[in-house]
């Protein structure tokens, strides 16, 4: 069997030719993608302003993609929810929901696993599966606005996967999350996290649009990054750091250095004294993340007051700092663990 267009995956102007191919008028175009993106329809017949006739053809020739809810676990410390949701093909991926004072935001999955490896990641352990289409990343906040009842106003692509390693399709999820024909999520509201693929950096600088950038960066030096993150043995950080500038400098966004603290690796204060020189010179602040400890691998959380006397000796260097905060830790909040439970005991 061919395959069937994904047609949530297309910007406007793409959706618009299509239907003129078909011999259908632009506007058409626009309410198609208006129940899309804008009123998160389930499917054509739901198009209710549009004939039986096209809405049987749109069927026929185009795949809606929507992801199915299998499971969502609501944390009673915070009100974090996590979604587990089914792929077409059988995958499953996991999305959270974070409320904040500033807005509800959801954090989605880029790819089905991940390739690049972090020690300490959970998504990585059984390497990359398959990328994501736009269209299922999308549907994450999709299914979950609807879920809610409550909009979504930030995105944070921070889940399994690395973005920038799927970097087609994260463009043009930005833009079509962003279109305000749709779900208009405004681009200041949505960040993009990265492990480091320095081509990725320096290629998104050019793009034009508003998003964070996060760095994942974990070590003030080479030698610490490369024992934590096998993509450091490809891009060194000077190479990382000098991308991060361009970013900033095309884009005017401040980035964000993820830092994620493990007992007795890279949570010293030398570590810290090398992390402020590193960055002194960078347009960002740092968030500083106490590891979140996977049973498959040995690492341990910093004390809180290594925590602590971390963020105030970055502070004393007027370098701006925030701990994150942990969100949902009932419910296995870190990334992958909820797919991987799933997965474990279907196995
Ligand atoms: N691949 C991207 C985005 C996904 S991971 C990246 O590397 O940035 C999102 C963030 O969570 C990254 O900073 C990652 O290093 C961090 N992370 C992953 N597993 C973690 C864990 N168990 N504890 C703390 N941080 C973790």
Known sequence: MEKKIDIKSLALEELEEELRGKGQKAFRARQIFQ?????????????????KDLRQQLSRDYELVTLQ???????????TRKYLFGLSDGHVIESVLMKYKHGNSVCISSQVGCRMGCRFCASTLDGLERNLRPSEMLD?????????????????????????DNYDSLIRFIRLVSDERGLNISQRNITVSTCGIVPGIERMAQEGLAVTLALSLHGP??????????VANKYPLKEVLSACSTYFKKTGRRLT???????????NLREAQ?????????????????????????????????VEAFKVYLEKKGINVTI?????????????????????DIR
């Open 324 to 344: 994150r905060r942990e969100m949902g830790r009932d419910i296995n909040g870190a990334c992958g663990q909820l797919r991987r439970s799933f997965m474990e």
């Open 221 to 230: 030096n080479d030698q610490v990054r490369k024992s934590l993150m096998p």
């Open 69 to 79: 809810k299998k499971d969502v676990r609501i944390s009673r410390l915070d009100g």
């Open 257 to 267: 250095f993820e830092y994620s603290l493990v007992k007795g690796v890279n949570d």
């Open 140 to 164: 994450q906040i999709y299914r979950i606005q609807k879920d809610t009842g409550e909009r979504v106003s930030h995105v944070v692509v921070m889940g399994s996967g690395e973005p920038l």
């Open 35 to 51: 129940w899309m993106h804008e009123k998160l329809a389930d499917s054509f017949e739901e198009m209710t302003n549009l004939s």
């Open 274 to 306: 090398a992390l402020a020189e590193l960055i002194k010179d960078q347009q960002g602040h740092v968030n500083l993340i106490p590891v979140n400890p996977i049973k498959e691998r040995e690492y341990v959380q910093s004390d809180w007051h290594a």
